[in-house]
């Protein structure tokens, strides 16, 4: 029996230390996938899906397969002091959550009203915007392989209208990537400038 415990552990590890790894978009949205988890399992409190503001992504050098490879940190709403509260998320390199660490800062001020979904349902549709369009779309790949944050806001399109505004940056460019979406969380638009 322990023989075939060590050998199982051993292939695990194994597979594990030859898998590809995540990109750095995909990394934040599994991210807010494990913060819409932990909020529901009751683990973290539930403001980080109702005043959510944005997230980044890191690379983290890991040498062993066990070691974490990202780290993906959701943020609140600022507190009036300017802090947020936040929740690292470590994951390894096919983006399984390993663990997690609240970190906390000041309660949030002025929080959007978002009628239809919540501020970190339309986050994750704006990821799912770049992982699903960047293999196509040229201008998209520098967010898609590179992406370092997501800052989401209210914000206005081009004809005017009060909707859910992406603001994404990313380590391989200069240039920012806007994705507009409706608040019931269809896409509208996006511009890079």
Do not use: C
């Not at 990202?70 to 947020?84: E, I, N, R």
């Not at 293999?135 to 967010?143: C, D, M």
């Amino acid at each position: 029996m322990k023989r075939i415990f060590i050998v199982g552990l051993t292939l695990s590890l194994l597979s594990t230390a030859r898998a590809e790894a995540i990109p750095l978009s995909k990394a934040a949205e599994l991210g807010i996938h494990r913060i819409e988890r932990l909020v529901t399992l009751n683990k973290i409190d539930g403001n980080f899906v109702n005043h959510f503001s944005g997230i980044s992504a890191e690379s983290l050098t890991h040498n062993a397969p066990t070691d974490p490879a990202f780290k993906a940190s959701g943020l609140q709403v600022p507190g009036a002091d300017g802090k947020s509260h936040e929740v690292d998320i470590f994951m390894d390199v096919t983006g399984k959550a390993l663990s997690y660490t609240v970190i906390n800062g000041s309660d949030s001020v002025s929080v959007p009203t978002w009628p239809d979904k919540d501020p970190v349902s339309l986050g994750e549709d704006s990821m799912h915007y770049i992982l699903d369009n960047a293999p196509t779309t040229p201008a998209l790949q520098p967010f898609y392989a590179s992406f370092t944050s997501l800052a989401l806001t209210q914000g206005t399109d081009a004809n005017g209208r009060t909707m859910s505004r992406a603001t994404i940056r990313s380590s391989a460019t200069n240039l920012i990537l806007e994705i507009f979406l409706n608040f019931d969380g269809t896409f509208s638009s996006y511009n890079i400038h």
